[in-house]
């Protein structure tokens, strides 16, 4: 095991490379630069805008800007902010690192407690009018676009019932404690729901679909004539075995959550790396923009290092020699 991670990790490094080269010559492409377009103060002379475009290094070739800022981000240095003055891009992103975190996080706990339990009933329970509920949940819930299910929440839960608020990440800036903590929980019940509701449709329907196919299967005829009781044919061999394909989703998952979380966060104005990001792209802060495309590159990859690794955990059949 120990060997398979290190050859993994190892693999991350062409992979970041490649997928931090197409962002950057992708982000390029866009029209203008940090220096230029309506945002800029026009009463600045074309002469400082010259100056300060030739200190950041706009004026470059393209491969050369592109190496220039790789030759920082291998040392962790990801430059500094074209449009926050003085303030350097990891410093911005780790103000709204530690928010998305844990709506992400918040939201795959959700997304688990719901999709596992009821995916299990259904199968449990077939063509029944819980089956069937759940089957129209989930159709509704891969139907529904997340920026809609926001607005629709915001204007049940908040504007029509007033349980819920409708922006932000806390209620007052000056909050301690287990307060401090409520209000978290509470500013992340809906932009949690809203990024974990196609989740949870998805996760729900490939838990009943396994456990409906691995109740015919061999080991589970064969535990079952040993004397097993339903539970522990249920948990300890149906259930590990059906967590395969949950597992590989888990992989993907997280780094999905935090660029998913790009459109949720915006329309719930929550302070994480989607407003940021959003921000970043209109006044074209390429700095700003490869740094969250590189958290995201990575996210994804140590994911996917994490499901290779939980496999052989939930089935002790899998070796990596």
């Not at 693999?11 to 309506?38: H, K, N």
């Not at 891969?142 to 299910?149: E, T, Y």
């Not at 932009?191 to 299967?217: Q, V």
């Amino acid at each position: 095991m120990t060997k398979y991670i290190i050859r993994r990790v190892l693999q991350f490094i062409p992979m970041v490379i490649l997928a931090s080269i197409v962002v950057f010559f992708m982000a390029y492409l866009a029209p203008g630069d940090a220096l230029s377009g309506e945002n800029l103060d026009p009463n600045i002379p074309r002469e400082v805008l010259e100056e300060r475009r030739e200190a950041l290094g706009l004026n470059d070739p393209l491969h050369i800007q592109y190496f220039n800022w790789a030759k920082r981000a291998v040392t962790g240095d990801l430059g500094m902010s074209m449009h926050h003055t003085g303030r350097s891009v990891s410093d911005l992103i780790g103000g709204r690192l530690e928010n998305t975190l844990n709506l992400s996080i918040f939201s795959l706990f959700i997304t688990l407690i719901i999709s596992i339990p009821i995916g299990i009933y259904s199968s449990r329970k077939p063509y029944s009018i819980a089956d069937y509920s759940a089957t129209t949940f989930a159709f509704i819930g891969l139907a529904i676009p997340n920026f809609f299910a926001a607005l629709l929440g915001i204007y049940i839960f908040s504007f029509g019932l007033g349980w819920l608020p409708s922006q932000g990440s806390i209620s007052a800036p000056n909050l301690e404690g287990l307060d401090y903590i409520a209000s978290k929980l509470k500013h992340m019940i809906l932009p949690g729901f809203t990024l974990g509701l196609a989740s949870t449709a998805i996760y729900m329907r490939y838990m009943r679909t396994e456990m409906l196919e691995l109740r015919g299967s061999d080991f589970i005829r064969t535990a079952r004539a040993k004397g097993l009781g339903n539970r522990s044919v249920l948990y300890k061999h149906t259930l590990r075995n059906a967590l395969i394909p949950i597992i590989t989703l888990l992989g993907l998952e997280f780094g999905t959550l935090l660029s998913g979380a790009v459109l949720v966060e915006t329309v719930f104005n929550y302070p994480g790396l989607g407003t940021l990001f959003v921000g970043s792209i209109q006044n074209r802060d390429y700095p700003v923009i490869m740094g969250i495309n590189l958290i995201l590159a990575m996210t994804t990859l140590i994911g996917n290092l994490l499901a290779d690794v939980l496999y052989a955990v939930a089935d002790p059949r899998i070796r990596y020699d």
